[in-house]
């Protein structure tokens, strides 16, 4: 409880991927306003460095590194279907790096329906 969602971002890039590198805070939105207040942050990793990775065992997770553009061909193909992967991709496709958004004051913890 009270885990900050760098500290949350982190500690997942880590468990489900093995990596672990510079996080930069993009932003926040919410997947379904109208039904849940479940908030979303988003983080971009860079300068990643690889480890073993932890999955949750019921986590089934295909790592693959692309490059933006063939990410974003993959979303445009269907390939990539998840709609938080490709709200992130399209964010630093059209904004960059820098996040104008500002971090929240609470922890993703602190909120039952957060992720």
């Not at 692309?66 to 399209?90: N, P, Q, R, S, Y």
Request: with cysteine; aromatic share 6%.
């Amino acid at each position: 409880p009270g885990e900050r969602p760098e500290q949350a971002a982190g500690r997942e890039l880590t468990e489900e991927t093995g990596c672990a590198g510079t996080l930069r805070y993009l932003g926040c939105m919410y997947s379904s306003p109208g039904f849940t207040n479940e908030a979303l942050y988003l983080f971009a990793a860079s300068e990643l460095t690889r480890g073993a990775a932890r999955p949750e065992s019921d986590e089934f997770i295909d790592t693959q590194a692309l490059t933006l553009d063939e990410a974003l061909a993959c979303v445009h193909t269907g390939a990539i279907v998840d709609a938080k992967t490709i709200a992130g991709l399209l964010w630093i496709r059209q904004f960059g790096l820098a996040g104008a958004q500002s971090l929240p004051a609470s922890g993703t913890l602190d909120d039952p329906d957060a992720s």
